[in-house]
């Protein structure tokens, strides 16, 4: 984001300055507008590493994040699913990451 995405958002608002009057310039505002996103994400990401802390994974039995876990039926049916408890930032149900705020990743 910094790096790449930073550098197209200024080239696309460059370029936008060039088309004329800014006031009435919807190319330029668009841009503007994309750099305001940009930054807010950047600013977001920045915090969110800023304040993260590495887990562990727990010997003691204790499903947490970082947890694996297999989800069984309890009918006896051999199908099962298995699931990783992550944070919410990571959580993607088709890859099997489970939220750890969702009501199967919480205690």
């Given at each position: 984001m910094k790096a790449e995405r930073r550098k197209e958002v200024a080239e696309h608002l460059e370029y936008s300055k060039k088309l004329g009057?800014?006031?009435?310039?919807?190319?330029?505002?668009?841009?503007?507008?994309?750099?305001?996103?940009?930054?807010?994400?950047?600013?977001?990401?920045?915090?969110?590493l800023k304040n993260a802390k590495l887990v562990g994974v727990t010997e003691n039995g204790i499903i947490a994040v970082g947890s694996t876990v297999r989800l069984e039926r309890a009918d006896g049916d051999t199908k099962s699913l298995l699931f990783t408890i992550v944070g919410s930032e990571e959580a993607d149900m088709s890859r099997g990451l489970i939220s750890n705020m969702s009501p199967i990743g919480s205690p």
């Open positions: 009057d800014l006031s009435e310039n919807a190319e330029y505002h668009q841009a503007r507008e994309e750099q305001a996103v940009v930054e807010d994400r950047v600013r977001y990401l920045e915090n969110l």
